[in-house]
């Protein structure tokens, strides 16, 4: 007998030129580098160009992970982007880049679970390739939150930056004795009872209107160390394993301390941590494929090792995956 597992095939990121640093924000935002620095461990983050959409980070992304995997569009058969700013209400961004990489074929929408976005979009494109809906998966996430950022709320606005992330899973066939590879398992959860808690307060249907990031920080800082430990120890238990087994622990970059405290709560040394929240910040949907590119391309994370990704954010809406790079 065979089943069939996703495999990472590559994976790429981009980052807007343009790098806004505390002190320079800490000119027109009354705020400081010190306490970013204490309080996320936030030291700069990238900014779109004006006219630089979603959806043209999202396509820096998906050629540097093409190139990475030594394929090309034609070659790929699903689009999944994570976003939360989207170029437009509809079409989806995903259509959008599926264009902009000059493809005519296969499908391609987006998925809104604000930062666990990216998760839920491996998840999603995992089930696509297992049960034979697709053989090679695009998954990306990008924003542009800056976009939606209150430039006067210093709550909000220092936390947040932009940025694309890119990852391609493809099915393999393989004996069920094989050894395993890819995708091993998710768990993906939602909570709509806290959608106040981290939301924006402006939408198509409620104001006509794009709106501003509203966050009661305390309140999801509480949660979140919570949540995510709850769902990566569903997948280590779900795939056998236990946290002793992991080489890299890849989260979503939101704050320093969130990722501390989930990482001394789940037993994972420092040392197997990547972080980039400090040059990144919070790029949300694009902080995992983004940490993922990085440590794939200096060469941390390296084929066969056991990778656990994580991100909770807006909704709220929290998730893991385990793969086996
Ligand atoms: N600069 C200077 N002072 C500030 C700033 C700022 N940027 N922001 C808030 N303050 C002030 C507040 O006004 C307050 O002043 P006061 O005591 O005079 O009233 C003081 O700092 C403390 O404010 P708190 O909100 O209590 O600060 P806290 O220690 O909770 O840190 C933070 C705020 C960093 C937002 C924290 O709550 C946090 O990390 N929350 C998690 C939220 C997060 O990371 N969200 C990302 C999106 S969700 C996700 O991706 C998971």
Redesign the pocket.
Known sequence: MSRIQSQVRGTGGYLPERILTNDELSKF????DE??VQ??GITQRHIAAQGELTSDLALKASQNALENAGLTPEDIDLIVVATTTPDRTFPATAAILQNKLGMRHGVAFDIQAV?SGFVFGVATADSYIRSGMARRALVVGAETASRILDWSD??TC??FGDGAGAMILEATEVADDAPEKGVLACSLRTDGGHWDK?YVDGGVSSTRSIGHLR?E??E??KH?VGMISDVVEDVLEKSGKTTGDLDWFVP?Q??R??IDGAGRKLGVPEAKVIVTVDRHA?T?AASVPLALAEASADGRIKSGQLVMIEA???GFTWGACLLRW
């Open positions: 935002v009354d705020t400081s306490w970013i309080r996320t930062c210093r709550t220092v936390l981290l966050m920080g305390r999801v800082f979140a979503h939101a704050n301390r969130i919070n949300s909770m954010g807006g």
